[in-house]
C-alpha cells in the first residue's frame, strides 16, 4: 500500500500498545465453504449433520453469480451459479434441507453473491489496475511474463496475462462475472436516486451500457470486449439483487452476503491526477448494497445482511490506486443508513473485513507504515482503522498459503495464519469474533494453522471457552464424489474443465496499492 506521510505519523499514534479491538456486534464465528459441484454436497452434508457441535456458528455459503436468475417459487438454482448441482433442480431441494438441519443446530447460513472471480474483468483489472500504474507494481510481472511488458499483448487468448487466475486454473471468460446495473429495475432506480442525493464526492454517473455478456467498447483505448457474466438477466429483465433475496427466502436462509471486490472499476473510473478519488465505485457499491436493502425490506424484513470489506476500507487518505481503500468509510459517511444495516442491528450480517492476503513487501508500500509488516501488526492496524472511524466489522482469517502475492513469485513475503500469528489476532480482537476462508482449505504448511484449530480458537475466544460447540471439529464428507482438485491455495478447480459453472473462485480483495 501506498500512504502519505501523514498518515504514516497517523499511523504510529494509532498503534500505541494497547490498540483496542474494533467495534463489532454479537460475536459471531463464521466460516465460508466454496461451493462445487464434486464435494461441495457432501461437504455441506457433513457441516449439517453435525452442526450442533461444529466450532461456527455462522456459515456463508459461496458464490452465487452477481448476473444469477431466480424466480420466487421455481425452486431451480439453474441460474443461480453456486454450482451446487448440474441438472434436475440444480440441487435446491437438497440444498434447502442441509441449511434447515445447520440451522436447526444453532448455525446461521447466508448466501454469498460475488467474490473474486464473479468481480473481476480481466481486460480491465490488466489495462487498468495491473498494468495502469507502471512497471514498478506488484503483479506487473505477469505482463512481462505473458506479453514482454506490453499490455497491448495481453489479449483473451491469454487470458489477458492472466492476471485475474494464474495460467494453471485453465480459465475462460466464462469463470468470471461482474455486477450489473439494472437500469430498468424499480429498486435499482430508487438505490441510484439515494445515492445521488447522498452524494458527496463528485456526481454519480452509472454504467447502464456495461451489460455482462454483450460487447463493451473501452472509448479510451478503443477495444473491444465482452463483459464477463450471463446477459440472461437483462433479455429476462431481472434484478438479480432482488432475486438473490427472493432465492434466499425459499430456501429458508437467514441472511445474505455480498462480496464486492470490484478493484478494476474504481482504478477504471478514478478521478484525479494522483492521487486519485474512488467515489464512482463508492456510489456503485452502495447502490448495490441498497437495492439488496430495499428488497430485504419489502420481501423479507427479518433477513440479515452482511459484506466483505477490503483491510484497507476504512482508510480515508490519499488513495494511489490498485486496491478498494476508503470504499467502505466513504459509504459509512455518506450512507450510513447502508453500511449500518449491514453492521449493527437485527438485521446485521456483518461487515466481514478481509484482513489476510497482506504482504510484508515494502518495496510495493505495502506494509501500513515502515517496519510494520507482521500479520498480526497489519490486521490490528487495520481492524482499529474502522474502529477508530465508529465502523462495526469482524475480522478476518485465511487457512493455508494466501493467495497474495503469488507464491512462485514473492512467497518470502507471504503472510499465512501461523499459531503465533492467531494467537496475538486473537488477544485484540479474539472477543468479537470472527470469521474465516476457508473450511475445507488445507493448511498446506505444518507451520500453518488448520481450519478446525483457527475455528476452535476462534469460538473460545469470542463464544468462551465452556461453549460446547468450542471443542468440535469441522467434519470431512462421508465420501468424495469423483473427480479431483488441482491448484494450490484457494485456487481449487476440478479436473473437468467442461462444468457449466465457475468453481475457480476466491474470496479476497487484494490490499495492495501502488
Not at 101 to 106: H, N, R, S, T
Not at 390 to 400: F, Q
Not at 495 to 514: I, L
Request: net charge negative; charged share 15%; glycine share 10%.
Amino acid at each position: 500500500m501506498r500512504f502519505t506521510t501523514s498518515l504514516f505519523a497517523l499511523a504510529s499514534a494509532l498503534l500505541a500498545a494497547n490498540t483496542p479491538t474494533s467495534l463489532a456486534a454479537d460475536p459471531v464465528v463464521g466460516g465460508y465453504l466454496l461451493i462445487n459441484p464434486t464435494t461441495g454436497a457432501a461437504k455441506l452434508k457433513a457441516l449439517a449433520d453435525h452442526a450442533a457441535n461444529i466450532p461456527i456458528n455462522r456459515l456463508f455459503l459461496s458464490f452465487a453469480r452477481p448476473t444469477m436468475v431466480y424466480v420466487a417459487g421455481s425452486k431451480t438454482l439453474e441460474h443461480v451459479g453456486l454450482g451446487y448441482g448440474t441438472s434436475g433442480d440444480y440441487g435446491f431441494a437438497d440444498l434447502k434441507n442441509q441449511i434447515t438441519k445447520l440451522q436447526a443446530g444453532g448455525v446461521e447460513v447466508l448466501l454469498s453473491m460475488g467474490g473474486w472471480n464473479y468481480g473481476c474483468y480481466p481486460y480491465l483489472y490488466t489495462y487498468y489496475s495491473v498494468g495502469g500504474y507502471g512497471e514498478k507494481t506488484p503483479n506487473f510481472y505477469k505482463i512481462q511474463k505473458y506479453a514482454e511488458g506490453h499490455v497491448s499483448g495481453c489479449t483473451e487468448s491469454n487470458m489477458w496475462c492472466y492476471t485475474c487466475e494464474p495460467e494453471e486454473q485453465h480459465t475462460t471468460l466464462a469463470d468470471f462475472d461482474i455486477f450489473p446495473e439494472p437500469s430498468y429495475s424499480p429498486t435499482w432506480q430508487a438505490a441510484e436516486d439515494y445515492v445521488r442525493k447522498g452524494a458527496q464526492g463528485g456526481t454519480p454517473i452509472f454504467q447502464h451500457d456495461m451489460i455482462p455478456g454483450r460487447s463493451w467498447a473501452d472509448p479510451k483505448t478503443h477495444i473491444t470486449t465482452t463483459v464477463p457474466g450471463s446477459d440472461y438477466f437483462y433479455k429476462q429483465q431481472r434484478d438479480p439483487y432482488e432475486d438473490l433475496v427472493l432465492l434466499a427466502q425459499d430456501l429458508g436462509l437467514a441472511g445474505v452476503d455480498v462480496d464486492y471486490e470490484e478493484m478494476w472499476h474504481a482504478d477504471y473510473y478514478k478521478s484525479g491526477t494522483g492521487p486519485w478519488t474512488n467515489h464512482q465505485t463508492v456510489y456503485k457499491y452502495a447502490a448495490i448494497m441498497r437495492d439488496v436493502q430495499l428488497n430485504i425490506q419489502k420481501h423479507a424484513p427479518k433477513m440479515k445482511l452482511g459484506t466483505a470489506s477490503a483491510a484497507v476500507g476504512a482508510l480515508s487518505g490519499d488513495w494511489w490506486g490498485g486496491n478498494l481503500k476508503g470504499i467502505w468509510y466513504w459509504v459509512f459517511k455518506w450512507y450510513p443508513e447502508v453500511y449500518n444495516f449491514a453492521a449493527t442491528g437485527d438485521n446485521s450480517g456483518g461487515v466481514n473485513v478481509m484482513s489476510y492476503d497482506l504482504s510484508s513487501n515494502e518495496q510495493f508500500y505495502e506494509c501500513p507504515q515502515p517496519n510494520l509488516c507482521s500479520l498480526h501488526d497489519q490486521v490490528n492496524f487495520y481492524l482499529k482503522s474502522y474502529n477508530d472511524a465508529g465502523m462495526a466489522a469482524h475480522v478476518g482469517y485465511e487457512i493455508g498459503t494466501p493467495a497474495y502475492p503469488a507464491k512462485d513469485h514473492d512467497a518470502a513475503h507471504q503472510l499465512p495464519l501461523t499459531q503465533p500469528e492467531l494467537t496475538d489476532i486473537l488477544h485484540m480482537q479474539g472477543k468479537n469474533g470472527g470469521f474465516f476462508w476457508e473450511l475445507y482449505k488445507p493448511a498446506d504448511d505444518a507451520k500453518n494453522v488448520d481450519a478446525t484449530t483457527a475455528a476452535q480458537q476462534i469460538c473460545k475466544a469470542a463464544l468462551g471457552d465452556a461453549t460446547p460447540r468450542c471443542a468440535g471439529t469441522i467434519p470431512q464428507p462421508n465420501a468424495h464424489v469423483g473427480g479431483g482438485w488441482v491448484g494450490g491455495g484457494d485456487e481449487q478447480r476440478h479436473f473437468s474443465y467442461s462444468e457449466p459453472e465457475s468453481h475457480c473462485n476466491r474470496r479476497k480483495v487484494h490490499n495492495q496499492g501502488y
